[in-house]
């Protein structure tokens, strides 16, 4: 089991600075991201499950999950963007494909961030 590094309130398990032991520098966003509560459902090594987002933006999600997930393994979610948010008369289906790039546990659960690097919308 991984040894909890803990970044601001949170504990972060396989962060690339504690697996590489090199100094935390400051996160950079380059997208704006939207706090949308959305269910996601993500499949990682063949095993589909149910989660709950906490925002999303063009380069990636950040997401309530029960069990914590391994840093920069691959994962393939799909979300229900609202119409609303995307100015569309209907809500659009996104398959997304991408890596987990830090698991944290806040209180009593785990928020994963993933990357967005490949995305398809799909008619519902």
């Known amino acids: ?3 909890l590094k803990f970044d601001a309130q949170y504990a972060c398990i396989g962060t690339r600075a504690h697996k590489e032991s090199k100094p935390t520098r400051p996160e950079v966003r380059y997208s704006v991201r939207f706090p949308l509560a959305l269910p996601l ?3 990682s090594n063949d095993v589909e499950i149910a989660a709950l987002t906490r ?3 063009a380069n990636g999600v ?3 999950v029960e069990s914590p997930l391994e840093a920069w393994g ?3 979610f799909s979300l229900c963007m609202p119409g609303t948010v995307l100015g569309t008369p209907h ?3 996104v398959h997304c494909a991408g890596r ?3 698991c944290c546990i806040n ?3 785990y928020l994963a961030a993933a990357t967005i690097d490949e995305y398809k919308f799909s008619n519902q």
């Open 1 to 3: 089991m991984d040894t």
């Open 41 to 43: 459902r993500f499949s």
């Open 55 to 57: 925002n999303v933006s």
């Open 62 to 64: 950040l997401f309530e």
């Open 74 to 76: 691959e994962i393939r």
């Open 91 to 93: 809500d659009v289906l």
């Open 100 to 102: 987990v790039v830090r």
């Open 107 to 109: 209180q009593t659960q």
